[in-house]
Nanobody, 125 residues
Framework: QLQLVESGGGLVQPGGSLKLSCSASGFPLAYYAVGWFRQAPGKEREGVACISSSGGHTDLAGSVKDRFSVFRDNAENTVTLHMNSLKPEDTAIYYC??????????????????WGQGTQVTVSS
């Protein structure tokens, strides 16, 4: 069974950068599109990025489009989320999840079969 583990979260000042990693084990990640989600306290979980199984297509939510980017290395079973120009409103727990399809089909939770445990990102001065 596919297992996902996020890493790279932490405390960063506004305007700073972080790189989150999603590492997979138990099954090749290459079969899945992978999404990144976040959930801030008191708010619903939202999708922020998705990358297709081959890496040939990416999708970014409007709120992060000019600041975040997503990449994958299927040989390493890893997907990374690069976050730049971070804002306090980016503070949240960030999760990666494997989509049941090989393409990015949106951010409905039911389309994602495997989830990591999340990593905290805090943007504060």
């Amino acid at each position: 069974q596919l297992q996902l583990v996020e890493s790279g979260g932490g405390l960063v000042q506004p305007g700073g950068s972080l790189k989150l990693s999603c590492s997979a084990s138990g099954f090749p990640l290459a079969y899945y599109a992978v999404g990144w989600f976040r959930q801030a306290p008191g708010k619903e979980r939202e999708g922020v990025a998705c990358i297709s199984s081959s890496g040939g297509h990416t999708d970014l939510a409007g709120s992060v489009k000019d600041r975040f980017s997503v990449f994958r290395d299927n040989a390493e079973n890893t997907v990374t989320l690069h976050m730049n120009s971070l804002k306090p409103e980016d503070t949240a727990i960030y999760y990666c999840a494997a989509n049941r399809y090989y393409y990015c089909s949106g951010y409905a939770s039911y389309q994602y079969d495997y989830w990591g445990q999340g990593t905290q990102v805090t943007v504060s001065s």
